[in-house]
């Protein structure tokens, strides 16, 4: 059996935050990522891509050996991508949706692979308009993978509640907290997946797709927690983009805790009850709807929890592993997120005080730049993960 701290050490981290770009003085979206691409290329290397609209750009760590590496390297890369934006005139802005950019004003970023995307799934793909959170978690051993992600899959649900970021959607006030979670939905191949016996069953999944036509490789399996189809990571994929670098930084360290905890329970022979998908999809709804201001069900009882307590005892479910990873301090601030809210909840009240979606954008662009450190930090930034 292994230690405790050799079951912490093997959980490495990547991150990967998509961003938009937004010119300050309208504050709406610029379609400029080719611009920005070619020096930003010089300096990060493969830890800079563009994605699909070309007013989004997005980075992603080097393999973080624990939380404080992933820290430094994730607020070194919004450091360095702010400032080549702004020698554009422009600015990053971190959120799950833009509170009022159309998205038929957008322009496609012209690459083969996001042009077969787009004949695929037409307007479902030219409207993608979002802007996510991933996050991965090392798991060398595929097996273990899907027996971790098929225990995870409950504790979702409570994560996103705390990311939400996109409460609006083309200038309107959607009544959700999380509106982007709605318009991944119509993508095919999302959403919570159901649990698989064996990785050798998933495998067959896949292939099942492969031969039949649906896909061409994993890559368009866009579910909210995957076992990745050229890493051997487990990836997080549910989140919006939080505003703040700490949250990003507060939930990475909770889903490397969650899978440290289960896999130490796996190690235990101890079982984790599987609820089916559609039990989960109902919290995730509620996360969707009310962000941290509703209630979820706790399946085991068949009650409703307020999500603030629901996400307590997800804390201290885990808390036995997070010393051994050395999170502490970055899992502490989820406490900060149930107390002061999340983006969402932000935009919300700047929307409510100032009754202008502009200032909201002005928040945005300050928040998104909180904490993050004016001069980089030197260390090596890996490939990434």
Known sequence: MKSETDSAKQFTLGIEEEFQIVDPQTRELRSHVSEILAESKTLLGEQVKPEMIQSMIEVNTGICKDIKAARTDITNLRAILSGLVRKQGLEIVAAGTHPFSRWQDQKI?????????????????????????????GIPDPERAIQIMNAVRYMLPHVLALSTSSPFWLGVHTGLKSYRSELFTRFPRTGIPDHFESDSAFQRYVQLLIKTGCIDDAKKIYWDVRPHPFFPTLEFRICDIPTRVDDTIAIAALFQALVAKVDRLLDQNLTFRLHHKMLIEENKWRAVRYGLDGQMIDFGKGEEVPIRDVIRELLHFVDKVVDDLGSRQEINHIYTILERGTSADEQLRVWRETGDIKSVVDHLIEMTMENVPSEVVPHGLAAAS
């Open 109 to 137: 970023f012209e690459n083969a692979r996001y042009e077969l995307i787009v004949e695929e799934n037409q307007m479902i793909a030219r409207s993608l308009l979002t802007f996510g959170l991933h996050v991965h978690v």
